[in-house]
């Protein structure tokens, strides 16, 4: 008899796990998205999955829909299956399991907006810099001698 590395709290939790290939699929289809709608006061898009569970993101996030009116918005269609969210008003399209992970639009795209919000300025960081820069700022780098590069 092999004594368990989890807690008895975990071992139960995983007996409770279904643990054949119908129930994955049954999982997977608990994130299908069954309604969306965009809240005009909150400046947020909900949307609803299967399993009851919710999410809301800004729309300015999202490629295809950073500049559109609130009734462009509104007019939202969800795919057949639940695994897509349309506006066919700005032909824009995302999946329900991008928008779960994180994924706004496509890799030029998340790769751009990732780089805007790096250039941000703000007060706090300047006032950051300027507090940095009373303590001598960044170290120097060290020139690389023949003897540390080989």
Known sequence: MTESKYPDWVETQLKDLPHDRNSQSQALDAMH?????????????????????????PPHLAQGLQNASPVELAHIQIS???????????????TVEGLLHGVFGSRAWMRAHAAKAGSVRSQAKASAARANGTRGGRPRKLPVTSAQGT
């Open 33 to 57: 998205a069954v309604s969306a709608k965009y809240d005009a006061r909150k400046k947020l898009i909900h949307v609803v999955l299967q399993n009851g569970s919710s999410f809301s993101f």
């Open 80 to 94: 057949p299956k639940g695994t897509g969210i349309s506006w066919p008003l700005l032909d824009a399209n995302l």
